[in-house]
């Protein structure tokens, strides 16, 4: 009876060590593409880029209505991949958002936010269209300073918000750029 209870629970740790490692790998293979997708984008070797604005009426929290500003950039890069940057706006809040996708598949997106209460950078790693990895950095917020790197991915509450304001940014950008 003992051998078997030992041996599942050897395999068990072994499997969450193969897992770990595997998300490891994949946002290492994350970061690799970013860093060359985005060395492309610096040195303007687009093979084709396209752009749209338009605005989107929201209410001011005093009962106007305001036209915010949106727009939105797709860029196709050589080797599959492209970037769409978006920029939003909206009642105290604004966000620049990157998506990056190689091959038609997103696998990162970086957003800087910024409401009254400060300014964020916000990173997250896919895998296969589920948040492998967020990341969260406040770079200024209330109390006047930043914060480093959280992970914020086992956080329900955040892992939800993250994949609800990138899914809707991309259909919003997509929208843009129809």
């Known amino acids: 009876m003992k051998k078997p209870v030992l041996f599942l629970l050897i395999s068990l740790i072994s499997v969450c060590q193969l897992f770990a490692q595997s998300t490891e790998d994949r946002v290492s293979i994350i970061r690799m593409n970013?860093?060359?997708?985005?060395?492309?984008?610096?040195?303007?070797q687009s093979t084709g880029c396209k752009s749209a604005e338009r605005r989107t009426i929201s209410n001011d929290g005093f009962g106007e209505n305001i036209s915010y500003p949106q727009s939105s950039t797709q860029c196709k890069y050589p080797g599959g991949y492209k970037i769409i940057t978006s920029k939003f706006e909206g009642w105290e809040?604004?966000?620049?958002?990157?998506?990056?996708?190689?091959?038609?598949?997103?696998?990162?997106?970086?957003?800087?936010?910024?409401?009254?209460?400060?300014?964020?950078?916000?990173?997250?790693?896919?895998?296969?269209g589920r948040v492998l990895r967020f990341l969260s950095k406040d770079v200024y917020n209330v109390e006047g300073y930043g914060t480093s790197n959280r992970d914020l991915t086992k956080n329900s509450e955040d892992y939800n918000w993250i994949s609800e304001f990138n899914e809707?940014?991309?259909?919003?950008?997509?929208?843009i750029l129809k």
Do not use: C, P
């Open 34 to 44: 970013f860093n060359k997708v985005n060395s492309m984008e610096v040195e303007n």
């Open 93 to 128: 809040w604004g966000a620049t958002v990157k998506f990056y996708f190689k091959n038609d598949i997103l696998f990162f997106v970086f957003s800087n936010y910024t409401n009254v209460m400060g300014l964020y950078e916000l990173r997250t790693y896919y895998n296969n």
């Open 168 to 175: 809707e940014k991309l259909s919003q950008s997509y929208k």
